[in-house]
């Protein structure tokens, strides 16, 4: 029965995912810990790798549509992949199931979820009308930052926050992105958000597992239900009101954040 509560889990999940583009750390890791019990330090190295799994998709199709722009990958890549790496190594220092580590991952990830709701909210209310904004621009110009040392830098607190939580590569890396590449129209903004995540969460990931902080069992239910949930999502994206679902996913993950920070 627990099993098949996995499966169904993975699948909403999924299915949020395809309608929204958020939802794989910022659900599923609040899930795994107030409805399965999951330890935060489990549920955040699982959910590392089924964030990186369901963005690998993603990125192949978006760089068949020749919407990747890598150049805005790499220097966000340049800060988040140290940054990650940093991180892991204070973790294997502290002890990840540690109480205080796990108490740290709880308080983090309830900030973050605060952080990718108003995002999310953000997003909904004004992100979606800044599509096509620059179309016709040449693609050199509007791939630059409002300064070459911004990308680097935010790229650094996304990647700490991403492998502490497992929270900060959806919703918040795009309304970055957003605000350091103002020229960049939002399809490609959020083509480079995804395709960004995924070596982040794959260096993140592995670097869990590597402290015993991935359920692998646990992993695989979650993506056999997540995988056929992404696609349903994405073709229910087109007959639904996003910025409805978007405002109301936004309530959602702003009372899981206050409700971790007051555990």
């Known amino acids: 029965m627990h099993d098949l509560a996995f499966i169904v889990a993975g699948f909403l999940v999924g299915a949020v995912i395809g309608l929204t583009g958020v939802g794989g750390g910022s659900l599923m890791t609040p899930i795994l810990i107030f409805v399965f019990g999951v330890k935060p330090y489990l549920a955040v190295g ?24 890598w150049r805005v990958v790499a220097h ?52 979606v009308s800044a599509s096509g904004r620059h179309a016709g621009r040449d693609p050199r110009t509007v ?38 590449y103002p020229l960049l129209p939002l ?38 239900g997540s995988l056929p949930g992404i696609w349903l999502g994405s073709r229910l994206m087109q007959h639904t009101p996003e910025r409805v679902v978007r405002s109301l996913l936004s309530m959602l993950l702003a009372y899981a954040g206050f409700k971790l920070i007051t555990l």
Do not use: C, N
């Not at 799994?53 to 993603?58: D, H, L």
């Not at 580590?101 to 108003?118: E, K, N, P, R, S």
């Not at 959020?190 to 969460?201: C, R, S």
């Open 46 to 69: 699982t959910d590392l790798l089924f964030a990186d799994f369901t963005k690998m998709g993603g990125t192949v199709r978006l760089t068949r549509a020749r919407l990747v722009d």
């Open 143 to 180: 791939a630059r930052p409002l300064h070459w040392s911004l990308p680097p830098l935010f790229g650094a607190v996304i990647g700490s926050l991403v492998t502490l939580t497992s929270v900060g590569a959806g919703a918040i890396g795009v309304t970055v992105l957003m605000l350091l």
């Open 76 to 127: 966000l890549s340049a800060g988040s992949i140290p940054a990650a790496l940093l991180t892991l190594f204070i973790l294997h220092r502290a002890g990840p199931a540690s109480a205080e580590i796990q108490g740290f991952m709880t308080g983090g990830l309830g900030v973050a979820l605060l952080l990718t709701a108003a995002a999310t909210l953000y997003k909904a209310i004004r992100g």
């Open 187 to 224: 399809p490609r903004i959020v083509a480079a958000d995804i395709a960004y995540a995924v070596p982040l969460t794959l260096v993140a990931g592995l670097g869990h597992a590597s402290l015993g902080s991935v359920d692998w069992a646990l992993l695989v239910k979650l993506l056999a």
